[in-house]
């Protein structure tokens, strides 16, 4: 694991209320973070994630996830170093939307989940 997969993974996701994988396999892909119940994967991305030939692998890779009726949540690694709250209730924001929209929903990571907590800079693909 990457040091902001670390951050992630240990201040955040171990011991979120739902089941997050690490390094999930996915059909053809390594998924950085993988809930079942959400169908969501989270990705982490470095700085070369938005140039060239990359960004066309990671939109194939989303476009993929997504016919398999997973949802794709990215988050730049700086936006993690730099916000990792902001990033946290994105995360479960986004959790509590998808279990809703799946009939299950599970308790949040945070007891008042106003939307004003944190931002980061997301795309849900």
Known sequence: MTFTERELWY???????????????IGEYIAD?????AALVIELDGDY???????????QRTLALQQ????????RNKDVVK????????IDRVVQSRCAERGTTPQ???ADSS??????STTAR
């Open 11 to 25: 201040h955040f996701l171990k011991d979120y209320p739902i089941r997050f994988q690490r390094q999930k396999p």
């Open 33 to 37: 973070f993988y809930c079942a119940k």
């Open 49 to 59: 994630h938005g140039i060239g030939q990359q960004m066309e692998d990671d939109a």
């Open 68 to 75: 398999m009726g997973i949802c794709v949540l990215r988050f």
């Open 83 to 90: 916000n990792l709250e902001g990033v946290a209730y994105e």
């Open 108 to 110: 949040s990571a945070f």
């Open 115 to 120: 939307p004003d907590k944190g931002s980061s």
